[in-house]
């Protein structure tokens, strides 16, 4: 999968300080490590942190030749290795994907993960419909037909109106990409957010993409558009007892005016009208879109009294 190439003491070192070992645990580590070193180790340049060696680990999956050029192209509108920096990833990770769809995110995040982390791709249950029936299908397939990259993913189905992820607090990430709209057309986002929340540990952290509205459209006017209002966002999170911790400009699009006859399908990569205004459309890109990281806190926050 094209492992970043590092000294095997660093290399011992970062894997441990990422599994949270204690120093002296790590430090045992790094000695025997050493001890079996058969290479000079001026010879090689290493990363001088767990962040670099996660960083030099994303531009190793991304670049990933089982990736299909068509997911690729795209990069240059989902800004993958930023994106997934900002929601803290590493590589070491149980993380949750919420429906993957075909896989775009699944094609980084599986190899990512592979090796000492656990990737969960959360699928609808196949009563959910056609669609949901077709994607879940096609990831099965997706991830069957190449087990040196998906061979240890998971799967866990489902039902968007009493969803359960996993058992409680086993999740360090849970990531979702431009659904939030769909769950709250099928006025499901409460309860998809609250088990979100169920299966995140203290401290965990939920990580959101999805269309951007403008900030003065009410709710009533854009849930039909794909679109959604930020503040609308962050009050189902905060409802379901999350934080907001950032928000982040990652995959903004100012070209995009949220205008469209057919909503956020217009623009690529559905072009709903067809070759209709194709080229226009093409020009503006992919949605402007909310990046936003939520925590869960690590313990209650106390109830305010009152005097």
């Keep these: 999968m094209g492992a970043v190439r590092v000294g095997a003491p660093l290399a011992a070192l970062l894997l441990a300080a990422c599994l949270g070992m204690p120093a002296s645990a790590m430090a045992q580590v790094a000695s025997a490590a050493s001890a079996g070193q058969d290479q000079p180790t001026d010879e090689l340049v290493p990363p001088t942190s767990a962040n670099d060696f996660t960083s030099a680990q994303l531009d190793s999956v991304i670049a990933g030749s089982w990736r299909s050029p068509a997911n690729t192209a795209r990069d240059v509108y989902r800004h993958p290795k930023a994106t997934l920096q900002f929601f803290g990833i590493r590589p070491d990770q149980t993380v949750i994907e919420i429906t ?9 995040l599986a190899p990512l993960l592979h090796d000492n982390g656990h990737y969960i791709a959360a699928v609808q249950a196949p009563a959910g419909g056609d669609e949901a029936r077709r994607d879940g299908d096609a990831l099965h397939q997706k ?30 990430l849970v990531l979702t990409f431009r659904n939030v709209h769909n769950w709250v057309m099928a006025d499901t986002a409460p309860a998809m957010f609250k088990a979100f929340f169920a299966v995140l540990r203290p401290g965990g952290v939920l990580g959101v993409v999805d269309h951007r509205a403008d900030d003065n459209a009410s709710l009533a006017t854009v849930k039909q558009s794909g679109y959604l209002p930020t503040r609308y966002v962050v009050k189902l999170a905060t409802e379901a007892g999350f934080t907001l911790d950032e928000s982040n400009e990652i995959n903004a699009n100012p070209k995009d005016t949220k ?10 990569p559905t072009l709903t009208l067809g070759e209709q205004d194709k080229a226009k459309y093409q020009a503006i890109g992919e949605s402007d879109r909310m990046t936003l990281r939520f925590v869960k806190p690590s313990a209650p926050v106390p109830a305010t009294s009152t005097p």
Excluded: M, N, Q, R
């Design 100 to 108: 993957p769809g075909g896989g775009w995110y699944s094609e980084i």
């Design 143 to 172: 991830f069957a037909a190449d087990p040196a990259h998906y061979g240890k993913a998971k799967f866990v189905e489902f039902d968007p109106k009493a969803p359960v992820f996993g058992a409680p607090g086993s999740a360090d």
């Design 259 to 268: 205008d469209y006859p057919k909503g956020v399908w217009t623009l690529p």
